[in-house]
């Protein structure tokens, strides 16, 4: 059993961000590429987190669809870095053993000749503990 | 000038094309990279996490390095430009974080005392776009060239400090400093997809196509970029031709092989 205090614990600490700052505007969620694949949307993890409900993040698709492009973080009116929170929550989902989200496998079944190897390193990184 | 080099892991490879005419351009313009001893990689992402710190060391030894040297340390690929400037804005502004590094190994101990460069803040601020356009020699004149500068060398502009985030101009301007005609069209500092294109390829090529459409609605012949990942997303798309800034600097410079 998932102990999700401790993981809201967890979150809010390794992303630095301070979820009160957020003041709703959502333009975060208006800046990002990544809008239509997500069905919680940058505000609303903050949103989630002010509530507690992590599992809902946890569990999510939303988590995999951040391109880490900053646009958010760059438009914050008020400097929360949304990115941050998202890999924070990301961070806690792949950290456990076993639960990476692409394995070695899995990556090694899309490569192609022509992938830059920083596309590889930043897979191993973004989906993988 | 010389500057300290930092290559990254694709350099030497997938995107060699990128290195070789930085290094023949530099040559001409009269400054050399020295490439660092035993450089590693800088992971490729930023690692976002408060508690990252192993992951941050490779970009640690990168920076010492350079401050040793007492040179710049300069960059070609946007994704190592991104962390290491990042990993030197910690070290210079996170005591915490300075002190955690330091236990790993007393060597490691670093204050964010290096500069971090990309090559295209050398050839604004060291070389001048004014001089490069003095030393072309084929002027790319008549090119409709479309800078494609993606997210790693802008944002976050707080610490990136490397142009203006919502409207760019250094790629802009060298375009121009070659002679070239330089396409400002609007999705320039949009996502190509970066490394989603590995899990979900489809919204990679949305992203990218609809930033290739936004170049070829105003003319664009090709697209430059300074990223091998934006490349190759672009690339993909098989629409406009897209190059490494480098590549058409060698040509312009005509120090082509």
Request: hydrophobic fraction near 40%.
């Amino acid at each position: 059993m998932l102990n999700y205090e401790y993981q809201l614990e967890e979150i809010l600490d390794i992303s630095g961000v301070d979820i009160g700052r957020c003041m709703k505007c959502g333009r975060c969620s208006a800046s990002c590429p990544s809008y239509d694949e997500m069905e919680h949307r940058p505000h609303q993890f903050i949103t989630y987190l002010a509530r507690g409900d992590v599992a809902a993040l946890l569990e999510s698709d939303a988590l995999w669809q951040c391109l880490a492009c900053f646009s958010c973080v760059q438009r914050c009116p008020r400097d929360v870095k949304p990115a941050n929170l998202i890999e924070a929550v990301r961070l806690a989902a792949i950290r456990p053993k076993g639960a990476e989200f692409l394995t070695v496998e899995e990556v090694e079944a899309k490569f192609a000749p022509d992938m830059p190897q920083q596309l590889l390193v930043a897979a191993f990184r973004k989906y993988m503990r | 000038m010389n500057f300290d080099y930092y290559p990254g892991c694709t350099l030497k490879t997938k995107a060699a094309g990128l290195e070789a005419g930085a290094r023949r351009a530099a040559r001409a313009l009269g400054f050399e990279l020295c490439e660092i001893a035993d450089w590693q990689c800088c992971g490729a992402v930023y690692p976002l996490g408060k508690d990252a710190h192993a992951e941050k060391l490779p970009s640690i030894r990168a920076l010492k390095a350079a401050e040793n040297a007492a040179r710049p340390l300069v960059t070609l690929c946007s994704a190592c430009h991104h962390v290491l400037k990042r990993v030197n804005d910690d070290a210079a502004k996170n005591k915490d974080f300075r002190d955690t590094i330091a236990r790993y190994d007393e060597d490691l101990a670093y204050g964010g005392g290096a500069t971090v460069l990309h090559y295209l803040e050398v050839l604004r601020d060291f070389v001048g776009f004014e001089e490069l356009s003095r030393r072309v020699v084929k002027p790319l004149t008549g090119r409709k060239i479309g800078a494609y500068y993606g997210c790693m060398l802008l944002r976050p502009s707080v610490v990136m400090a490397f142009d203006d985030p919502e409207n760019p101009t250094i790629i802009e301007d060298f375009i121009r400093a070659l002679g070239g005609e330089a396409v400002n069209y609007p999705l320039r500092a949009e996502c190509c997809g970066g490394y989603i294109s590995l899990s979900n390829e489809a919204k990679a090529n949305e992203l990218s196509r609809k930033i290739l459409a936004d170049a070829a609605r105003l003319d664009a012949e090709f697209l430059i970029t300074a990223c091998p990942l934006c490349a190759y997303n672009i690339r993909k798309q098989n629409q406009l031709p897209i190059y490494y800034f480098t590549e058409i600097l060698e040509e312009a410079l005509d120090v082509k092989l």
